[in-house]
């Protein structure tokens, strides 16, 4: 009897063990393929402070003996992060990594929005991540042209009242069709808020140029050279990027497939040339007047009412017990374990009984 129930306790234990290796891995892995995704379908949600699955996020800087150090928050569903460049001296440091099996380019279009807090001091967000061989050249180098900033697309800017907010290479505007240019910043007054204040930003990835709207507003397009891109940092990821002492927040990034952004958007005059342009509908329907119309008044008596207590009948409800819908999660996995816990200790009785 004493060995039956060392058995169970000790399955019991390995099924609890999988229950919950299996809970925490299944947070942190995409929804879905590129491939078997329907357009508008979400695809991965961005969690933070990882350390296996999809996303494995880390700081990383220029140059590997740059001194400079940062701290990070997360927050503990990982969907909230908070960026600190502890650091006062001018030196680049990211904190971020490659959405693993999302890669972007080709005919593939994404939708990533999120919600982003600027520093007082600049900062950027970013879409994408270097590959492999990319961030082993990159290692130790930092020099101007070939450097982490080099191969990061995305925004940069602060919630400082002088506004300067646009689309970037680290630390550097990228000449776009509309907002800004390469000889000076561009102001974004309507949409720049005051700290504190979270931002909703929406990057629309499509082969390799990307749109960027603010708040629901359309306001720049950014085409790259393919080979600036292609095997350069083709891998779809998110970093945030930080230069000065400062901190960056971030929360609830999501990945979708296909454009979920522009028929939603804003667009102002100036974006008439971007090929999802949708014209606001300024059109007033002309108010209708009802016609006139002469009835006779309703002269029908009305019916005595009569009430009637119904026959009373009483029926059990039929009883029906369904299995709950797998979700892949937390759930599926603890009941997934229960399951067989109850199956492993029916076993034990079996066998305690046949014993005595």
Known sequence: MKRTLSILVV?????????????????NVLK??????????????????????????????????????????????????????????????????????????GDKVYTMTMEVMLPAKRGGVHFNFPTAAKQEELKGTGTTDNNWASVMYGIYGRFDPSGDLGTMKTGSRIAGRFRCDTAGYKEFEPIIVEEGTFLNVTYLIEGYSYALFINGVFCEVVDLAEADVKDVSDNLGFSVYLYWATTLSVKN????????????????????????????????????????????????????????????????????????????????????????????????????????
């Open 11 to 27: 399955l019991v234990m390995l099924v609890s063990m999988f229950s919950f290796m299996t809970t925490g891995v299944s947070a």
């Open 253 to 356: 990034v999501n990945v979708y497939k296909g454009d979920t952004v522009s028929a939603k958007a804003t667009y102002p005059s100036y974006a008439k040339s971007y090929e999802h342009y949708v014209e606001a509908d300024t059109t007033t329907a002309e108010p209708t007047t009802p016609e006139e119309t002469t009835k006779a008044p309703d002269t029908t008596p009305t019916p005595a009412v009569t009430t009637k207590a119904p026959a009373a009948t009483t029926k059990a409800p039929v009883a029906t017990t369904a299995a709950p819908k797998s979700e892949g999660g937390c759930g599926s996995a603890v009941a997934s374990g229960l399951a067989l816990i109850a199956l492993v200790s029916l076993a034990g009785v079996v066998v305690a009984k046949k014993q005595k």
């Open 32 to 105: 879905s393929t590129y491939e078997d995704a329907k357009d508008g379908d979400l695809l991965y949600e961005v969690k933070f402070g990882q350390s296996t699955g999809a996303y494995q996020p880390k700081i990383f800087r220029a140059l590997e003996t740059d001194n400079v150090d940062g701290a990070v928050v997360v927050s503990d569903d990982g969907r909230t992060l908070s960026f600190t460049k502890t650091d006062a001296t001018g030196a680049q440091m990211w904190y971020g990594g490659e959405i693993a099996g999302l890669t972007w380019g």
